[in-house]
């Protein structure tokens, strides 16, 4: 390959990977939009507490049950077409949910909104882009796109919201839009797809023995359900304890944005770091640091200490977050790349769901009364500590081993 064509291929790749980090902004950007008014606005088509429950979970499910099929999909068909596809099913209902006449209406549009479930394809042709030296760098931009679309979007779709209650879906019909026109003309998967086809023709693929039988990627998948499910449950329950130290809701949206600044540093800091040195080591230093901060906060006693400490949890998950994506795609042979991260993204999807759920409960014990849950958030964050630590020890004794072993294979074939 010559020196030209290599230096045109790298340019493709830097490009196509700004066009999927702002794709993926703009989904955050709606969905944490429409996250901040979807309660209200089912109450507003007519649902009790039961209907508004289905119609925020509704979307969750078709993600889970439609990762897998979409990422098949794109192993037959390319990324960019079913990338298409797949922002084109959930604009359609993104526009669809503004247009909800009443709450079964806003259901059923919620599941196809979530049908669309393209985010396994964005992941996956990053690792088709970028080599595994790479890799890390390219996972940490991506996210930068996620988390920052995700705070964006909290204070503009309670803008657009105070206009008109629906505002915020036909605000993000258009963003999403405007993506699917800047990848159509923009974004080359040619070079991946002919490569893929090749792989396909040339072999026949044993799921089983490709990922049941990966024990790096099923250990993977393991430490991400911990970090997910404990992240997930830190979200929701943050603002509660917050107001138990006397912050009002504004007063902590301020605190919420510096969270999102040192998670997003953190999303530097793992990506650079574990690029260089080693992915497991650098999911071990983070998980250590959200542990070890996560502990702490269950025992602070001012809101300064609140902002301290909570700043080191987001800063230590940071770091994890975009590694584990990228030790994903280095456990995956190509040829079925798209398959095993939306394995992944199922497990993951899932532990974002049950976390609430199981900590929630928890918190209910513990707690004085429904409306004081201070007490129970503290037991729920010295369990979350606890957990980390858990995965701390998967990392150190058999996540690293497993890593070691397969650069091990990786070099010797090479050589």
């Known amino acids: 390959m010559s020196e030209r064509h290599i230096k045109v291929k790298k340019v493709s790749a830097e490009r196509n990977l700004k066009l999927f980090a702002f794709a993926s902004f703009i989904r955050m950007l709606g969905v944490s939009a429409i996250d901040l008014i979807l309660v209200i606005y089912a109450i507003n088509l007519g649902a009790d507490a039961i209907l508004s429950g289905i119609a925020v979970g509704a979307f969750s499910i078709t993600q889970v049950l439609f990762q897998i099929p979409v990422a098949k999909l794109s192993d037959k068909i390319g990324r960019k077409h079913t990338l298409l596809i797949g922002m084109s099913v959930f604009a359609t ?66 803008f657009f919201a105070s206009l008109f209650l629906n505002l915020p879906f036909f605000v993000n019909f258009g963003f999403i839009l405007t993506s699917i026109i800047l990848i159509y003309i923009f974004v080359d998967d040619s070079q991946t797809f002919n490569n893929n086809m090749n792989t396909e023709k040339n072999q026949k693929i044993n799921y089983r023995k490709k990922f049941l039988r990966n024990r790096l ?100 998950i940071g770091i994890v977050w975009p590694t584990i994506p990228a030790l994903v795609l280095d456990s995956i042979p190509e040829s079925c790349r798209a398959t095993g991260i939306s394995i992944y993204n199922v497990f993951r999807y899932s532990s974002n ?35 980390y630590f858990l995965a701390c020890l998967v990392v150190f004794f058999f996540l690293r081993k497993y890593e070691r072993g397969r650069k091990i294979a990786c070099n010797s074939n090479e050589s």
């Open 93 to 158: 209902g993104t526009l669809l949910c503004g247009l909800a006449q009443n709450i079964y209406h806003l259901i059923v549009f919620r599941l196809v909104q979530g049908s669309g479930a393209y985010i396994s394809v964005i992941q996956t042709f990053i690792g088709d882009l970028f080599s595994s030296e790479k890799r890390g760098r390219a996972m940490s931009y991506y996210q930068s796109g996620v988390t920052l679309g995700y705070a964006v979007g909290l204070p503009l779709g309670g």
């Open 217 to 316: 990627f099923l250990l993977i998948i393991f430490t991400d359900c911990l970090l997910v499910f404990v992240f997930s449950s830190l979200l929701v329950f943050s603002a509660p304890f917050a107001h138990s130290f006397g912050l009002d809701t504004f007063e902590f949206s301020i605190v919420m944005v510096g969270f999102v600044l040192m998670m997003t540093l953190g999303f530097y800091l793992g990506g650079r770091y574990s690029d260089r040195v080693s992915r497991s080591n650098t999911i071990f230093f983070g998980l250590l640091i959200a542990g070890c901060f996560l502990l702490t906060l269950s025992i602070i006693n001012t809101p300064i200490e609140l902002v301290l400490i909570g700043a080191g949890v987001f800063l230590g």
């Open 353 to 387: 769901a049950l976390g609430p759920i199981i900590i929630g409960y928890i918190i209910g014990i513990f707690s004085l009364s429904p409306d004081d849950l201070g007490q129970g958030i503290r037991v729920s964050y010295l369990i979350s500590g606890i957990i």
